[in-house]
């Protein structure tokens, strides 16, 4: 292979002067044929002009690319001198800082720094430079002459904690220097893992704060001890070493000690020794457990101790340790209150004789006021009833009076004769219960009964004074049996609704009962302007009446005395939950009982047997009353405590009188006035919780279907299922006796 006359690896500048040398030889070859004539030659000038042209074009490429390397050079200068420029600009910023600046970079190695870092070390600024390890110069630092240790702290571990601080994001430290000067270091890591730190030197700073922290405890110092020189009690302060930092005048006074214990740096182990000589201070133990408390390492709590001066003088001695191992002792001049519980001892001991005396003499009287107050009541008791003999023949001779032929003034006065004689009888008639009561004459015939014919009996006997009054008297009806005597009872529940009406002014008396367990609680529950909580034990004394309303007959006071006292005798709770301006409700608890015979039950119940949920307080809220009253009957059947409303207002207000929220609400789902059963149900649900409730309509949409199935409530259709609505009552009852259970 035939060497290349042009190597392809030469430059630009090397390939010309080839290219050139080769021209030139050309050239004298063609020139030299030419002139030997030659046809030759002509060929070769051919090929010569043809190198020429390739020169000349590589001549050409290589000025282009020589005028872009000095374009480049250029640039790279004028780079270099403004990057020249920032850095000295960044060395005069750093400069003109007052503080002291280093920069270190990833590696740890130091970058640049001015001339005040560490310009208060002379032994160590000299010596720092760019690629100095930051540990290195830890080191230098630490072992600097000008550096101030703390006198717990070793030059090394000093070394060791800065080393570990220097990973942190942002330290802030002191350094103390020789000649009371500090420095503060502050230390940042960079965005590019390198640290940035500031010395700022705060010599003065400290040295105010000192001045200032010095005047305070200055001040603080005169403050203690004006404060110790006025108090009553004698105090001294030992530092750590058991000496004598300072003291006030009462306990020289107290401890009747010698100037040289009082004396600052006085030693405790020879004012112990002072105080137990002679028998100053007694008991020697006491003195002893002193001076071990002073004298452990570890003292552990407080000391307290009592002490007797050689005078008799008590003091009261308290020790407690400081935190810099010293300790305090005050001495506390007891002697004027021992002298007092002294006193006080002697004077319950004859206190003592005195109250036992006093004792009996109120025994006697109390003794012969029970004699006297029983022998009221059995006159009360035997005089009662031969009282009431002439009073009936009286009542009778007016009531013939009336059907004779009188005027009209004549008839309005035997009317009012009637009336006294009546209220007479009334009158008469408590006093001869409430005697029987207190004197134990009374008599019970306990059985089981129904309450329906009761609460019936309630409801006829009281609604004509209700309407007087102009009172709305509502009484919830109950199919279920108590055991109880039926005239007391009735007499309880009688005297309540009077109560009741007679100091309601306006608004309604609801009576009703509500099972709980195998207790039924009659509720009487008024409306009234109800009683305060300071009253509410009195109103059951006997006379005592309350403010009552205008227009009605004054009671004596007996009604509320004749209740609490046979509610005892009959072992029946009695409750009374009142609020001064919205009413009151009065609950007595009466033991549950089974029907007496399965006629009797279902005479009760109109012999229509079903499923007994006794333990259930339904509501049922139906516009339509002949609906709702059969579903009233039939719920009474099947066992339950029905509660009735024809709309949302009225089921909120019959909840609100009873005090107690229904155990299941059956709701009809088009009420009047635009209400729906669905809204009641929401509304009970808001006030008192998660009720169980079931919706009656005939209603087939999937619109109602899915707005129950949003509350969790029961959707029976229009004719209703009466063993479907059995079904989700017993469900019910089952789920709140597990509750209860």
């Known amino acids: 292979m035939k060497p290349l006359l042009l190597d392809p690896a030469d430059d630009l500048a090397t390939e010309n002067r080839k290219l050139r040398r080769i021209a030139d030889v050309l050239m004298e070859r063609i020139e030299r044929e030419i002139a030997e004539g030659g046809g030759a030659g002509y060929t070769q000038f051919q090929l010569a002009a043809a190198l020429e042209e390739q020169v000349r074009a590589r001549t050409k490429d290589l000025d282009d690319t020589m005028k872009m390397l000095s374009i480049a050079n250029a640039r790279l200068n004028v780079a270099r001198q403004e990057a020249e420029q920032a850095r000295n600009d960044l060395y005069d910023a750093i400069e003109a800082v007052q503080e002291g600046f280093a920069l270190f970079g990833q590696d740890d190695a130091l970058i640049l720094c001015n001339s005040r870092f560490s310009a208060q070390l002379p032994d160590v600024a000299p010596r720092l430079g760019p690629g100095l390890k930051f540990v290195d110069y830890v080191r230098m630092v630490s072992r600097s002459e000008h550096l101030q240790v703390e006198d717990d702290e070793s030059r090394e571990e000093w070394a060791r904690q800065r080393l570990k601080d220097h990973r942190s994001p942002r330290i802030v430290f002191l350094v103390g220097l020789i000649n009371d000067r500090w420095l503060q270091v502050s230390a940042y890591r960079t965005p590019s893992d390198g640290t940035a730190v500031l010395q700022t030197d705060v010599t003065d700073m400290v040295r105010r704060e000192r001045e200032e922290r010095d005047r305070l405890l200055d001040d603080q110092a005169r403050l203690l001890r004006a404060t110790l020189d006025h108090i009553t009690q004698g105090v001294a302060i030992f530092d750590a070493q058991r000496r004598l930092a300072g003291c006030n005048q009462r306990l020289r006074r107290l401890a009747s000690l010698p100037l040289q214990f009082t004396q600052a740096g006085a030693d405790f182990r020879g004012l112990l020794d002072y105080m137990s000589a002679g028998a100053r201070f007694l008991p020697a133990a006491q003195l002893e457990a002193l001076g071990a408390w002073v004298e452990r390492d570890e003292r552990g709590g407080p000391l307290s101790l009592e002490l007797?001066?050689?005078?008799?003088?008590?003091?009261?001695?308290?020790?407690?340790?400081?935190?810099?191992?010293?300790?305090?002792?005050?001495?506390?001049?007891?002697?004027?209150?021992?002298?007092?519980?002294a006193a006080m001892h002697h004077a319950n001991e004859t206190l003592e004789q005195r109250v036992a005396a006093r004792t009996r003499e109120l025994e006697a009287a109390r003794d012969e006021a029970e004699r006297a107050n029983a022998s009221k009541s059995r006159f009360v008791a035997s005089s009662s009833h031969d009282l009431l003999q002439p009073l009936n023949a009286a009542k009778l001779f007016v009531s013939s009076l009336t059907h004779t032929e009188l005027d009209a003034e004549q008839r309005g006065i035997a009317d009012r004769i009637r009336s006294a004689f009546e209220s007479v009888e009334t009158i008469l008639g408590a006093l001869l219960d409430i005697s029987n009561l207190d004197i134990g004459k009374a008599s019970t015939e306990v059985t089981v009964m129904p309450v329906a014919p009761l609460l019936r009996s309630i409801d006829q006997e009281f609604q004509g004074l209700a309407r007087e009054r102009g009172l709305e008297l509502r009484v919830i009806p109950c199919s279920l049996w108590v055991e109880s005597d039926p005239a007391y009872l009735r007499r309880i529940l009688q005297n309540l609704v009077v109560n009741a009406l007679r100091y309601t002014k306006q608004g309604k008396v609801v009576?009703?009962?509500?099972?709980?367990?195998d207790r039924l609680r009659f509720l009487i529950c008024d409306t009234g302007p109800g009683i305060p909580p300071d009253r509410r034990a009195e109103i059951f004394d006997e006379f005592v009446r309350l403010e009552h309303s205008p227009g009605t007959p004054q009671g004596m006071g007996l009604g509320l005395a004749i209740v609490e006292r046979a509610c005892a005798l009959l072992d029946h709770p009695l409750s009374l939950d009142s609020e001064v301006g919205r009413g009151t409700r009065f609950g007595v608890s009466v033991p549950v009982a089974e029907p007496a015979t399965a006629a009797e039950e279902d005479e009760e119940?109109?012999?229509?047997?079903?499923?007994?949920?006794?333990?259930?307080i339904a509501m049922v809220i139906e516009n339509d009353d002949a609906v709702r009253a059969g579903m009233i009957a039939l719920l009474e059947d099947w066992g339950t405590s029905p509660l009735e409303a024809r709309d949302i207002a009225g089921a909120e207000a019959l909840v609100d009188d009873l005090g107690t929220a229904p155990d299941v609400i059956i709701a009809d789902y088009l009420l009047d006035d635009g209400e729906t059963g669905l809204a009641a149900i929401q509304r009970l649900r808001a006030?008192?919780?998660?009720i169980p409730a079931v919706i009656v309509s005939a209603d087939r949409g999937t619109e109602l279907r899915a707005a129950a199935a949003r509350e969790d409530i029961t959707l029976l259709h229009k004719p209703l299922e009466l063993h479907r609505l059995q079904a989700v009552l017993q469900w019910v009852k089952t789920s709140i006796s597990r509750e209860r259970a």
């Open 511 to 517: 009576v009703g009962a509500v099972r709980r367990g």
């Open 687 to 690: 006030a008192h919780g998660p």
């Open 605 to 616: 119940r109109g012999n229509h047997r079903g499923p007994l949920l006794d333990d259930l």
């Open 308 to 341: 007797r001066r050689s005078d008799g003088a008590v003091l009261d001695v308290f020790c407690q340790e400081m935190p810099d191992r010293g300790f305090v002792i005050s001495f506390t001049d007891m002697t004027a209150e021992r002298e007092a519980v």
